[in-house]
């Protein structure tokens, strides 16, 4: 059974950084695309960053320039970086094997991991 380990998550003033880590045991991220979802309460779950096997990356409009996922296949490891954080990027974030795939919401959101919190606060 393949279970992602979110970590990194925290409680930061607008303008902080933080860096997400996902890591896997039972399953190697090499060769894999991977991603990382997030959702706030009562909010939908949404796609925020994606990366190909190749490394090629994804982000989505609110986090463009911002955010930077990255991941070291050596380590098992995907990692989103976050910086100038904004109260709205407050959300569990989680980690998602082959982020575009037709999942349901809880699969993208829960399924893999119990997320990890990002709260921004002004």
């Known amino acids: 059974e393949v279970q992602l380990v979110e970590s990194g998550g925290g409680s930061v003033q607008v303008g902080g950084s933080l860096r997400l880590s996902c890591t896997s045991s039972g399953f190697t991220i090499d060769g894999a695309d991977m991603g990382w979802y997030r959702q706030a309460p009562g909010n939908e779950c949404e796609l925020v960053s994606a990366?190909?096997?190749?490394?090629?990356?994804r982000y989505t409009d609110d986090v463009k320039g911002r955010f930077s996922i990255s991941r070291d296949n050596v380590k098992n490891t995907v990692y989103l970086q976050m910086n100038s954080l904004k109260p709205e990027d407050t959300a569990v974030y989680y980690c998602v094997v082959d982020p575009t795939a037709p999942y349901s919401d809880y699969e993208r959101c829960g399924y893999w991991g119990q997320g990890t919190q990002v709260t921004v606060s002004s």
């Open positions: 990366i190909s096997s190749d490394g090629a990356t």
